[in-house]
Every structure is written in C-alpha cells, then in structure tokens.
C-alpha cells in the first residue's frame, strides 16, 4: 500500500468514527511524510542566454561569456545524466554547482532560477562536483607539482606584492572577504 492509500485510509476511517482524534492524529503523523512537495513546473527551464551579463556575475561569479569556456576548460561532458535519468546541460550544471557554491542557499531557494526540483538540483550539482573531482581530484592529493616549487611560488608573491598586496609571503585567498 502506498504512503499516499495509507493516509486516504486513515483520514476515510476517521471520517467514519472508526478513529477518535488522538488515534487519528496518531497514525496520521507516524505515516505522514517527510518530504515537502514543490511544484517547480511553474517556472522556466534555466537557460544561460536569457540571463543579464549583470544577474551572471552576481549569481555565478562568473561572466556570462566565461561559463561556456569554464566549463570547457574544465573538460565536462556535454550533458550530466544523473541516476533517476534527470539530465541537465554541462552549462546548466556548472551554473547549479556555482550558484551553490557562491553564496550558501538552499536547493528550494534556486529552484525559481533553474526550474528544477530541489531533488533534481541536488542531485545535478553532485553529479557535477564527482565529475570535476574524478577529472582534477589528482591536483588536491599531492602539493609536488611543477608550478608549486619553492621559485614559483616566490615569482607568484613578487606578482601580488607589485600589484600593490600587502605581503609577499602569501599566495591564498579568500574571495574578497575582509577579516580581521
């Protein structure tokens, strides 16, 4: 029987007095579900070309002209199909993962923006991390890389110091936050 038939039962039965009010309150919470339903069908399908040069940058941090070649640098596939067979463009996903991951917001606060499900949404924007982690993962194992010598880096903190930063022995960042 399905969630949907066990609470029609429930909600019939009380109807019918078979229940008083604590067993149906009862049963009804114990077999209620916790998933919020959202209806994004109301809104549109996300495309990047609609998008204002200005609501991209705020949105993905990004240039508009900058997500498809990102996403090529980047090597996605042309399309993710997740496991359920929802698939999402390579630049609607890189867009979900970088909504996501310029500002914290949840799914149901994006759904407007991509016209998608919070389920379809998370499960696109894990699609996307697993795929840039499975082609670039190796980059975060190990700091013996060419560009990461002891004179490289040296010529990095030159770069930043005579473009007027503070230090010359830092090459992090934080994105643009101010703390003290």
């Known amino acids: 029987m399905s969630l949907k038939n066990l609470q029609e039962c429930i909600l019939f039965s009380y109807t019918q007095n078979l229940l008083d009010d604590e067993e149906f309150c009862l049963l009804y919470d114990a077999n209620g579900s916790n998933y919020f339903v959202f209806d994004h069908n109301q809104y549109s399908k996300f495309t990047l070309d609609v998008i204002s040069e200005e609501e991209c940058l705020a949105n993905f941090r990004f240039r508009k002209l900058d997500i ?14 997740c496991a359920n067979r929802t698939v999402a463009s390579r630049e609607e996903g890189l867009c979900i993962l970088l909504k996501r991951l310029a500002y914290p917001c949840r799914y149901v606060d994006i759904m407007p923006q991509f016209g998608r499900s919070p389920q379809e949404l998370s499960l696109i924007a894990n699609k996307v991390v697993n795929e840039i982690y499975t082609l670039h993962g190796h980059l975060l194992t190990t700091l ?37």
């Open 68 to 81: 498809p070649y990102l996403a090529h640098t980047l090597r996605l596939p042309d399309k993710f199909v």
């Open 144 to 180: 013996h890389h060419p560009w990461l010598t002891r004179a490289k880096l040296r010529e990095m903190a030159e770069v930043v110091h005579q473009k007027g930063a503070a230090l010359t022995n830092c090459w992090g960042f934080v994105d643009g936050t101010v703390s003290m």
